[in-house]
């Protein structure tokens, strides 16, 4: 995979827009997503074209730590459609839990403000869906982990042939639900596009969320389709759940791809 991926920094490096090392971005634009998700829309500060990505690569950021001293870089995914304007993040604020601290690199960017600068490189990462395949997708996600599924349901739509899309995510409760509004539209505005929510709190409110956390065998039927390509994002023991539930519906692990978010060593056994 280290080959893999290095091989595509370089085809990323002599693409159009392309380039190697860091490159100065300015926060162009701030959109609070949830309470705990903001988005943020950057654009090179030399106003000149930037590279391609494909849907769910990252890119890497480096911003200045106070309390640190210097810059520490950190990856996130796109989590919009390619464009030759900008790129967008989506950035949970991570507080701190127990023995784990503030996340110094997120609560930095929080802070941020609109016209602040940070150093970006170019777009990379072997997890994402290739725009020109035909296979129906079925993405699952937890938590911020809808970032690169954002950017996948994004390009469908901007796409002629609109794959068949199931999205299947997880967070604690509506509040922390990241591009709630934007998603129920999609859901609501096109046929190729089903998405189920589950929360663990349920709102007092009407709402169309399954109570608890995702079970997949709830939803087999919706999900089991022919050549579907499956993608799964969130924390590590997240992704261990919902791999195991797929192949124990008869899933063909060459068709399951993941990425984790956080720290831990990701283990399916």
Same mark, same amino acid.
């Given at each position: 995979?280290?080959?893999?991926?290095?091989?595509?920094?370089?085809?990323? *490096?002599?693409?159009?827009?392309? +380039? &190697?090392? +860091? @490159?100065?971005?300015?926060?162009?634009?701030?959109?609070?997503?949830?309470?705990?998700?903001?988005?943020?829309?950057?654009?090179?500060?030399?106003?000149?074209?930037?590279?391609?990505?494909?849907?769910?690569?990252?890119?890497?950021?480096?911003? #200045?730590?106070?309390?640190?001293?210097?810059?520490?870089?950190?990856?996130?995914?796109?989590?919009? =459609?390619?464009?030759?304007?900008?790129?967008?993040?989506?950035?949970?604020?991570?507080?701190?839990?127990?023995?784990?601290?503030?996340?110094?690199?997120?609560?930095?960017?929080? $802070?941020?403000?609109?016209?602040?600068?940070?150093?970006?490189?170019?777009?990379?990462? %072997?997890? #994402?869906?290739?725009?020109?395949? &035909?296979?129906?997708?079925?993405? %699952?996600?937890?938590?911020?982990?809808?970032?690169?599924?954002?950017?996948?349901?994004?390009?469908?739509?901007?796409?002629?042939?609109?794959? @068949?899309?199931?999205?299947?995510?997880?967070?604690?409760?509506?509040?922390?639900?990241?591009?709630?509004?934007? *998603?129920?539209?999609?859901?609501?505005? $096109?046929? +190729?596009?089903?998405? #189920?929510? #589950?929360?663990?709190?349920?709102?007092?409110?009407?709402?169309?969320?399954?109570?608890?956390?995702?079970?997949?065998?709830?939803?087999?039927?919706?999900?089991?389709?022919?050549?579907?390509? =499956?993608?799964?994002?969130?924390?590590?023991?997240?992704?261990?759940?919902?791999?195991?539930?797929? %192949?124990?519906?008869?899933? $063909? @692990?060459? $068709? *399951?791809? =993941?990425?984790?978010?956080?720290?831990?060593?990701?283990?399916?056994?």
């Amino acid at each position: 995979m280290i080959s893999i991926e290095a091989e595509m920094y370089q085809k990323t *490096i002599n693409k159009k827009g392309g +380039w &190697k090392g +860091w @490159r100065t971005f300015i926060i162009s634009k701030i959109v609070k997503e949830s309470d705990e998700i903001n988005s943020f829309y950057l654009r090179p500060e030399d106003n000149k074209e930037i590279a391609d990505f494909y849907p769910g690569q990252y890119i890497s950021v480096s911003t #200045f730590i106070p309390e640190l001293g210097h810059k520490q870089p950190r990856q996130y995914s796109l989590s919009s =459609y390619s464009n030759t304007e900008y790129y967008r993040i989506s950035v949970k604020k991570e507080i701190s839990q127990n023995t784990t601290p503030d996340g110094i690199v997120s609560n930095a960017l929080h $802070n941020k403000k609109e016209g602040d600068v940070i150093e970006v490189s170019a777009p990379a990462g %072997v997890f #994402f869906a290739d725009p020109k395949s &035909k296979n129906p997708l079925v993405l %699952v996600s937890g938590g911020v982990g809808l970032t690169p599924m954002m950017s996948m349901v994004e390009t469908n739509k901007n796409s002629l042939q609109k794959n @068949r899309t199931v999205w299947i995510h997880s967070c604690r409760n509506e509040n922390v639900h990241a591009f709630k509004d934007t *998603i129920e539209e999609l859901n609501n505005e $096109n046929e +190729w596009l089903t998405s #189920f929510v #589950f929360y663990e709190t349920l709102p007092e409110s009407e709402t169309n969320a399954i109570e608890g956390r995702i079970d997949l065998h709830q939803i087999k039927e919706e999900i089991l389709i022919e050549d579907a390509k =499956y993608y799964i994002c969130g924390p590590a023991i997240f992704i261990k759940v919902q791999y195991q539930s797929l %192949v124990a519906l008869g899933v $063909n @692990r060459e $068709n *399951i791809l =993941y990425e984790e978010f956080g720290p831990q060593l990701l283990s399916l056994n």
